[in-house]
């Protein structure tokens, strides 16, 4: 039992030194619990520091981050940059090469050049010694050139009196007679031409039986300015004619009339045919007076041309080159004494540039000619048609002016009543009675006005007769040139008509204008 006392002695001394044990341990845990709190809450306090540090450096991490990305990119600019500059340099390089290279031959051409640029100076030199030289030639030659225009002025200015002069002595009224070829098998009259040296005789002769059965020959010769035998070609007239178309850019007034029966070759000698041989004095006047206005440009003239077409029929004028085919205007003839100038109203004058211009206007006046030949019987032969170039030339350099006008009219048909069988037509000879008073109008205008150029100057003109020579007033009068053409037709049939118009022609021819007297000689009769 003691043992068991003892063993509970000892185990209760066991017992309470492990009581104390556990209270030690308990107080240690106690102090270590408490330790460990506060061990725990220094952890606490660590983690949360440390949490913040961590959340800062997140912070600071991404914006390093950032940073890194920044600059990772202006790196890479940067880099690009690099990459470009290095490209740029390596293209400066070459090029600078290149350029190198081209100094080097830029260097030896400039070297070459400048040892030419002493060659070309000295070329140059020696050229602008020979320019100076050329100079003061060139200067006199102007001086001269200054010198012979003056001259050629001058002379132009005396030529247009001389030439003048020279028409006046030809007579301002002249009579040309043209016999036209035989065309068929017809027969001949008997028409000699003696005069072979001068070209101014004419002589019909024809033989008839008389009452008491005898032969009797009749001789009657005519003399005029020149006589055109049928084998005359066109130039051949015109040579004579051009002097007239050259005094109208001179300033006179010219009218050349184409007189004769019908079919006797007026419009042939005044139109002509389409080519240039058989062109007649109207293109050819046209053509040499724009000629002439050409060559006088030179000694300084301007001319203006302008140009109407007028017809007169029945005593009635027609607008030729007038709109439409036919012309039912009425037209009246206004003259102004101030500048001499005649108009007529409300026909076309139109402004011509060149002498193909006036051959258009030509072939029209001829188109509504013929439009009216078919709507009233071959008319064209039954009225006078009258072309009027009307010149105004200025010299800006001597001051001189001149108005010309050049009057072409081809008349009618100049064959007496019974011959044309207009007797029993009323309208025929209504219109055979106004062309013999137009016509004998314009003889006696042409007497009248000759009457007066041989000193009469009281001489009444009769212009007013008709409406032909009251149109024609001022371009027939003062000191106009007057050109008559007298057609003759060749046939035997044609004899009597022929005489008639031969007859009036001397009358005509017998009239003096201007200052010289014409040299004529009687018809003789046998
Ligand atoms: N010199 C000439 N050479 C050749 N043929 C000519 C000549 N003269 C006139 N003729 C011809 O004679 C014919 C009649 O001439 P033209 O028509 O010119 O006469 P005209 O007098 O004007 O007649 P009309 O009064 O009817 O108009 C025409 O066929 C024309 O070609």
């Known amino acids: 039992m003691e043992a068991e006392r003892t063993k509970v002695a000892e185990l209760h001394a066991n017992q309470l030194a492990m009581s104390q044990q556990l209270a030690i341990a308990r107080t240690q845990e106690m102090a270590q619990r408490r330790e460990l709190d506060s061990a725990s809450d220094e952890i606490d306090q660590l983690r949360r520091r440390h949490t913040r540090e961590l959340e800062d450096l997140d912070v600071d991490l991404r914006r390093k981050d950032r940073e890194i990305r920044s600059l990772r990119d202006e790196l890479s600019t940067c880099q690009d940059d690099l990459q470009r500059e290095r490209e740029t340099v390596a293209g400066l390089k070459a090029t600078l090469s290149h350029q190198s290279t081209a100094q080097v031959a830029l260097s030896t051409q400039l070297s070459a050049m400048q040892a030419q640029h002493g060659a070309t100076q000295a070329q140059l030199d020696g050229q602008h010694r020979a320019y100076l030289d050329v100079t003061i030639e060139l200067e006199a030659a102007r001086k001269r050139i200054t010198e012979l225009e003056h001259e050629a002025r001058e002379s132009e200015t005396l030529r247009r009196k001389l030439h003048n002069q020279v028409q006046e002595l030809k007579g301002n009224i002249r009579v040309f007679c043209r016999v036209r070829p035989l065309l068929s098998e017809e027969a001949k009259a008997r028409m000699l031409f003696p005069d072979k040296m001068d070209h101014k005789e004419i002589v019909l002769s ?23 035998e049928p084998h005359c070609s066109q130039a051949e007239v015109f040579e004579e ?7 109208c850019t001179d300033g006179y007034n ?22 240039e041989a058989t062109a007649g004095m109207i293109p050819r006047a046209v053509e040499q007076v724009f000629r002439v206005a050409e060559q006088l440009r030179s000694k300084g003239w301007e001319y203006k041309m302008e140009g109407q077409f007028l017809e007169i029929y029945n005593e009635t004028i027609n607008d030729l080159l007038g709109k439409g085919e036919f012309d039912k205007k ?26 193909t211009q006036v051959r258009t206007l030509l072939a029209l006046a001829q188109s509504r000619r013929t439009v009216a030949a078919t709507l009233m019987n071959e008319r064209s032969s039954r009225s006078h048609s009258v072309f009027t170039l009307r010149i105004h030339g200025e010299n800006p350099l001597t001051g001189e002016v001149c108005e010309g006008s050049l009057n072409l009219v081809d008349l009618a048909g100049s064959e007496r009543l019974e011959k044309s069988g207009a007797a029993g037509d009323k309208e025929r000879l209504k219109e055979t009675q106004n062309i013999n008073r137009s016509l004998s109008a314009l003889g006696d205008v042409i007497a009248a006005l000759g009457e007066k150029g041989e000193g009469k100057n009281d001489k009444h003109i009769p212009y007013r007769n008709s409406k032909l020579t009251y149109l024609l007033q001022n371009s027939l009068s003062g000191n ?39 040299q004529t000689r009687a018809a003789i009769t046998s």
């Open 206 to 228: 024809s033989s008839s039986e008389s009452a008491t059965g005898q032969e009797r020959k009749d001789d009657w010769m005519f003399s005029f300015d020149r006589v055109f």
């Open 241 to 247: 004619i051009s002097q007239l178309a050259q005094s």
């Open 254 to 275: 010219v009218c050349v009339f184409a007189y004769g029966q019908t079919g006797s070759g007026k419009s042939f000698t005044m139109e002509g045919g389409q080519t």
């Open 330 to 355: 009425k037209h009246e003839i206004k003259h102004d004494a101030k500048t001499g100038r005649t108009t007529v109203t409300d026909v076309n004058v139109v402004p011509l540039a060149s002498s």
């Open 480 to 518: 106009s040139k007057t050109l008559m053409v007298l057609n003759l037709s060749p046939l035997a049939t044609h004899l009597n008509e022929s005489l008639c118009s031969l007859r009036f022609a001397t009358k005509v021819n017998n009239t003096t204008i201007g200052t010289a007297k014409k």
